[in-house]
């Protein structure tokens, strides 16, 4: 089973931000969250990660509450190519541990003009 | 740099047929990962490859299914007796580092539409 929680779809404005919500509530302290997208008929794209601080990259930014329960991925000028369903995946680094990633249904977005 | 491909890009066969995927990682990845997705559905988990380690095979759905990495680069994932339920796209991804490694981020390549009829 999924250990994340989304919203199936979203919509957003062209230009604006999209704030995408993530719930990770039985997160350990190991465990990374990692966010993906899928443009459609496309593989997953990797977008970002991270532990316990907000992180901010080319694509976007990641942000992670204080007790890592939930995080939040903004696309800080939405644009029609950023249309795609985004997957919000918690995975521990450590060997030994579960090394594939437990995919969920993901949030649909839509940007629209 | 070129990034991880799939062949074929489609495949349609015949129920109780056998059909081989193929997936070349990226050049210097040592890590491999099969994941397969129905319609509408998220990524199921088949198989791992690390190194010269032995594979993760935890996801693979029936002893019809079976992967092989072959000098630690190209992986064929082989599906034999093919069944109707079979059919989805499976996607192959490389990462660079093991997971014991502080990040693992996962490159996928297209993936090949398997149908069966």
């Known amino acids: 089973d999924a250990k994340t929680t989304q919203p199936p779809s979203m919509d957003c404005a062209e230009g604006r931000a999209a704030n995408l919500p993530c719930n990770h509530s039985t997160i350990s302290g190991n465990e990374y969250v990692y966010w993906y997208r899928q443009i459609h008929s496309q593989g997953p794209q990797y977008i970002i990660h991270g532990l316990k601080n907000n992180e901010t990259n080319e694509m976007a930014s990641l942000i992670i509450t204080e007790d890592r329960k939930s995080s939040t991925l903004i696309l800080p000028h939405a644009t029609l190519r950023d249309t795609a369903v985004y997957y919000c995946i918690v995975r521990a680094n450590n060997a030994g541990n579960n090394r594939k990633l437990i995919w969920g249904l993901g949030t649909s977005l839509a940007v629209n003009p | 740099g070129a990034g991880v491909s799939q062949s074929p890009s489609n495949k349609v066969t015949e129920k109780g047929k056998d059909v081989e995927l193929r997936c070349d990682p990226i050049?210097?990845?040592?890590?491999l990962y099969w994941y397969r997705q129905s319609l509408g559905q998220g990524l199921e988990f088949l198989i791992y490859?690390?190194?010269?380690?032995?594979?993760?095979k935890s996801g693979l759905p029936s002893d019809r299914f079976s992967a092989e990495r072959t000098g630690g680069s190209v992986s064929t994932l082989t599906i034999q007796r093919t069944q109707q339920e079979d059919s989805a796209v499976y996607l192959c991804?490389?990462?660079?580092?093991?997971?014991?490694?502080?990040?693992?981020?996962?490159?996928f390549g297209p993936g090949t539409r398997l149908t069966v009829l």
């Open positions: 050049s210097g990845h040592t890590a």
């Open positions: 490859f690390q190194g010269n380690s032995a594979p993760d």
């Open positions: 991804a490389s990462s660079l580092r093991p997971p014991g490694a502080s990040t693992d981020t996962q490159y």
